[in-house]
């Protein structure tokens, strides 16, 4: 499971990163409602002023927040894209990855996304230029350099890999949020009666077969399988 660890930083790190840390742990010990300026900055062991002095305001510091979450899914990726040789293997792992992410760090999944938390908090979209933006286009890069290896197998038709990515990205994250909400609950296993089935159509609808998708499909969910039993 992907997960954010959240302990109090040690009072030689700079500021700047004990406060960006206390804000991650706040996030995930507390919730969203909890992200206050005065919240964040007792437990980072530093005044409120800093807030303001190092991010401008709290929303500043949301987004540095959020290209932590960016980093944290596209270790999670570069993971599977190491382990699995197969183009098809690693978007599926990747997948399966980033729905870890996502259920082991549900408020900053809904923060990096933009969805309404509980705490009626919404982080702004990515600004160009901002820290979110900058973290999320490098972990969005991994995806697309494993779709354009997909595409160079000859497995697909039509497609670049840059439009794969773009498909894959929407699919899979709206899976993962329709499970979040509930959505799916009935389901015992949603990996195999769902993500696993609709991400097979995906590739048979892109030119791949249903052999090969299967394939690299069973391969990274033994890998997952794998993981999860350690």
Known sequence: MVGMSTPRPPDDVPVRERLIAAAVAVLATDG???????????????????????????????????????????????EAENV???????????????????????????L????????????????????????????????????????????????????????????VHGFISLEAAGQYDDLTDTVAELLAPMAITHFIGMGDTRERATISASIAHHGWTERARM
């Not at 409120?48 to 500043?60: E, N, Q």
């Not at 197969?86 to 408020?107: E, I, K, T, V, Y």
């Open 32 to 78: 969203p409602g909890e992200l206050k300026v005065r919240r964040v900055s007792e437990q980072a062991g530093s005044t409120t002023i800093s807030v303001y002095h190092h991010f401008g305001d709290m929303r500043g510091l949301l987004d540095e927040v959020v290209a932590r979450g960016y980093d944290t899914l596209k270790a999670a990726m570069l």
């Open 84 to 110: 699995h040789a197969d183009p098809g293997a690693q978007l599926f792992a990747m997948a399966l990855s980033a729905r870890d992410m996502a259920l082991a760090n549900p408020h900053l999944y809904d």
């Open 112 to 171: 990096m996304f933009g969805l309404s938390t509980r705490g009626g908090i919404r982080a702004a979209p990515p600004k160009e230029g901002g820290a979110a933006r900058r973290h999320f286009t490098e972990a969005y890069a991994v995806l697309v350099r494993s779709c354009g290896r997909l595409v160079d197998t000859g497995r697909t038709e039509g497609y670049t890999g840059t439009q794969i990515a773009a498909q894959l990205w929407s699919m």
